[in-house]
């Protein structure tokens, strides 16, 4: 996730200093994205010194002053092209499970069979989890939440679909043999002798 871009978004809706934004993020997302007020320092340093954002100090009677934060006109043109720049997930062509899957086809010390029930049982396990996230979440005022569990869910479904799919061809997969990559001539090329033309 984009810490940059959500900060540029709060900050659009009104000025606010680290702190609050910190506390914004989490609440606002309400993920399991864990941002440190380190990291919201840090980027808001960034940040300015791109002139995307840019501050006013506010002086505090019981506290040191503090830096109040704003977008630039700069910024909100970054943030409307992030928001009209389409978002491409990472799934699952050539993810850390298929090639775990592929070279247990290839013979070694765990069978196919156990590596695609180990992921059934990491599978079910989570949607246990989230199957118990979305029980709790009220979508009256997390409607959002409610939406990415449900994404979360159907994911979850589709991938323990493909593990059945993947168990009923498990005799078929047991006879897949990789392509030989093409081998390479060993030693140095041999030299080209010049020729030369009699007059």
Known sequence: MSVKHTLLALLYQHPQHGYELGKQINAVVNTEWDVK???VASTLARLKDAHLVDYEVEATDDAPDRKVYFITDEGRRELESWYLTPEVREYRLGDAFYVKL?????GGPVSPEQVLITQRRELFQQLHE????????????????????????????????????????????????????????RGRPRRKLAHSSKT
Do not use: F
């Not at 592929?102 to 290839?106: A, M, P």
């Not at 409610?146 to 059945?164: F, G, K, P, Q």
């Open 130 to 185: 989230v199957t118990e996230l979305l029980r709790e979440a009220d979508p009256r005022t997390q409607l959002p939440w409610v939406l990415l569990l449900e994404s979360a869910t159907m994911h979850l479904d589709a991938d323990l679909r493909w593990i059945e799919m993947c168990e009923a061809r498990l005799n078929d997969l047991k006879h897949y043999t990789p392509p030989l990559p093409t081998p390479k001539p």
């Open 37 to 39: 007020l380190g990291q």
């Open 102 to 106: 592929v070279l247990s086809l290839l």
